[in-house]
């Protein structure tokens, strides 16, 4: 019998990378095939240790494209989907929002239909992987547990949640076996430096002034992108159809400290005297509709399938800087040409 194919969709992005290399080397027996349009967020060079593997194959192919997508599934076996290809930038879905329908939304009702249709529904199962912005904004206490409702408040949360409710209704109406996690914001290596932590090492390499939203005060709880990796290894061989799983760091910083941490880390790395970074600190307009706090209770997932964060943030976050210092090519050829204009548009008159 030949191997299972899998697909992983979404697998040059930055979470995506992290979960097809852990397959391809951890699951000789299976077939991992990335399904990625490769847009902006999309990179192959973030693949490379993987891409002669004889287990693994690479597919361009947009999800919102149902001729193609059914033309894979109906070609051959698919064993089970592992689905992250999103538009997963938020301030991106405030300027654009949609895109993020179009992909978030209509892209994951194509994957849904297709392996509806085609895939081996006896015996594998259709992953979501989902964030905890779908619950919406905490307060000062409490954590989002896998009860709490549904209370997107950005574009990009929106159609995340809308599309989370397409996979529960396609379990419930057609039940076809699915799977969901939402977690909270990942860090690590090759993530896209439009985000909170890329952007910020990428500019004060460059001494270009730190972008801190409203008065810096928002909470975010952060996880390593290896341990998000394990979880979906996890959930994907072990979590039970039909249910959502929760996952998290327990690891909560508010964006300004997170911002001095790491501005007084880079002052040691790049031989700066203390302080030199952190007065590049610059307060710009706020997000609109920008979220306060995310806090996740993780315990369902720990509980029922041993998960734990396996990375203490200070070590993990060491580890993530020494990653893009050894490695600014990758971030000068990412930043070069439409990132360019994208900056311009975002930050210029903030
Ligand atoms: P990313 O933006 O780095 O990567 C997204 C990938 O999807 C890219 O490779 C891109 O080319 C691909 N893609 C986009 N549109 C596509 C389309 N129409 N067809 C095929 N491929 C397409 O995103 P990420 O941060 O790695 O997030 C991956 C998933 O995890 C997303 O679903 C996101 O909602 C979710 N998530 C992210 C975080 C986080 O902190 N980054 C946290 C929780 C959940
Ligand atoms: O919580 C999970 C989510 O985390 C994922 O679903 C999203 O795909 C991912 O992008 C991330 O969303 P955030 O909006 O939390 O991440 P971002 O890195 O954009 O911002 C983190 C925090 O930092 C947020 O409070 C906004 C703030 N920020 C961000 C940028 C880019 C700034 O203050 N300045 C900036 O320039």
Known sequence: M?????????????IGSHVVRRFVKNHPDLHIINVDALTYA???ENLKDVEQANNYEF????????????????????????????????DRSITNPIDFVM?????TVVLLNAYKAYG???NGRFYHVSTDEV?????????????????????????????DHFVRAYHETYKLPV???NCSNNYGSHQFPEKLIPLMIHNITHNKPLPVYGKGENVRDWLWVEDHARAIETIYFEGRNGETYNIGGNNEWKNIDLVHKLCEIMD???????????KLITYVTDRKGHDFRYAIDASKLENELKWSPSVAFDQGFEKTIDWYLENTEWLERVTSGAYSDYYEAMYTSR
């Not at 030949?2 to 930055?14: E, L, P, R, V």
């Not at 307060?139 to 990009?156: M, R």
């Not at 040691?268 to 952190?278: I, Q, T, V």
């Open 2 to 14: 030949g191997k299972k194919n899998i697909i992983i969709t979404g697998g040059a992005g930055f």
């Open 42 to 44: 999309g990179n192959l």
């Open 59 to 90: 597919l361009r192919i947009d999800i919102t494209d149902k001729a193609a997508i059914e033309s894979l599934f109906s070609s051959r076996t698919i064993h089970g989907v592992i689905h992250l290809a999103a538009e997963s930038h938020v």
């Open 103 to 107: 992909t978030n939304v209509v892209g």
């Open 120 to 122: 081996d529904t006896e």
């Open 135 to 163: 619950y919406g904004t905490l307060g000062e206490d409490g954590k989002f547990t896998e009860e709490t409702p549904y209370d997107p408040n950005s574009p990009y949360s929106a159609s995340k949640a809308s599309s």
């Open 179 to 181: 799977v969901i996690s």
């Open 268 to 278: 040691r790395k790049l031989d700066r005297n203390a302080g030199d970074s952190a």
